[in-house]
């Protein structure tokens, strides 16, 4: 297990596109764990993706389930080639990237998707998240793609009122 | 020897204005840092944080500003370090509007431990009845609590919307 170096923007790295994973092989779940333990030492990260410490594999990880103020989760998520089957709505959030330090902005995201990813065995999962979950889950996704949060970055102006959250 | 300076430029806008300021800037290799520019009402207001060899700032911007009519100030940056700020809480408030909003909300909530980092009002609704609309993004220093409990105080009238930041680290 070891710490990897996380790569920071301007690093072209963080705008290609991954590669699919095909081996589901014990060097992958080496590198998720070393991923896993390169997350941990993030302060305060949430999530981390394969790319952020130079990888170019569809590999991310994702984990709200420790917030201070508790947010609707599935736990540890590890996602090995995911795909976002289904959006909906959409939310105005603020989001920081361990790629892109000391700044963090507001960003547009679906409030609610539906995930589906293979594990280490390559099995397939499918659920759906919302909130903050599923915002953690779009951030990371977007690595895979070569997009950073400061591609979706909206204006302080847009979005002037945040919608009330009415609850029954 | 390098040093930042604050600068306040304001005058009737037009097309070009930030082009003509800036290039004049990046002319005389000053680099900027944070910067704020809008329009507000027919006017156009820039603040900008710029990093320069000790230039005399006045006399490089003297000509741009006279062609462009911008009245311009230079203050030495009280703080040379960009120190960012998170904020922690969003504030949304509007009401009819009237004199006083901002005055009676920013205090209320300035004594419940509000640090505002970022404000903005603007005017909407009809003439004859106009609204007024500000939000506020800042830091909870007592915490979110405490502004609610303070918001109790605002006036009838006032709809004030206090929403916690949660921003996501990833």
């Given amino acids: 297990m070891a710490v990897l170096e996380i790569i920071c923007y301007p690093d072209d790295r963080l705008k290609q596109e991954s590669e699919s994973v095909e081996a589901f092989d014990q060097s992958l779940k080496d590198f998720v764990a070393d991923l896993e333990e390169t997350r941990l030492a993030g302060p305060g990260a949430v999530g981390i993706a394969a790319p952020q410490v130079g990888l170019s ?29 289904k959006w909906e709505g959409m ?51 977007d690595h895979l793609d070569g997009m950073l949060f400061l591609d979706r970055l909206v204006s302080r102006r847009t979005d002037l009122f945040q919608r009330k959250v009415y609850k029954n | ?65 006279q062609k462009l009519k911008l009245h311009f100030h230079v203050d030495d940056d009280v703080d040379g370090v960009s120190m960012v700020i998170e904020p922690d809480v ?48 800042g830091q909870a220093t007592q915490g979110v609590d405490a502004l609610n409990e303070a918001a109790k105080t605002i006036t009838d009238g006032i709809e004030l919307n206090i929403i916690p930041i949660q921003t996501l680290r990833a």
């Fill in chain 2, 90 to 137: 969003n504030i949304t408030v509007y009401g009819a509007d009237r004199s006083g909003i901002v005055a009676e909300v920013a205090g209320v909530l300035a004594n419940a431990g509000l640090n505002i980092i970022d404000l903005e009002t603007a005017m909407a609704g009809t003439e004859d009845k106009p609204i007024y609309i500000m939000t506020i993004e």
């Fill in chain 1, 57 to 85: 594999k569809r590999i991310a990880i994702v984990d709200v389930s420790t917030l201070k103020k508790p947010v609707d989760n599935h736990g540890y998520l590890l996602m090995i080639n995911p795909e976002i089957t």
């Fill in chain 1, 91 to 141: 939310e105005k959030g603020r989001e920081g990237c361990l790629s892109v330090p000391d700044f963090t902005g507001n960003v547009i995201r679906a409030e609610k998707i539906n995930i589906r990813f293979q594990n280490t065995e390559g099995e397939w999962t499918e659920f759906e998240s919302q909130g903050y979950e599923a915002r953690a889950i779009q951030h990371e996704m």
């Fill in chain 2, 1 to 65: 020897m390098k040093k930042w300076s604050l600068l306040t430029l304001v005058g009737a806008d037009q097309s070009g204005i930030v082009a003509a300021v800036t290039r004049e800037l990046a002319d005389a290799d000053c680099k900027l840092g944070e910067t704020s520019m809008m329009r507000m009402g027919g006017n156009f207001s820039m603040m900008l944080r710029v990093e320069h060899d000790s230039l005399n700032l006045s006399d490089l911007l003297n000509d741009v500003c």
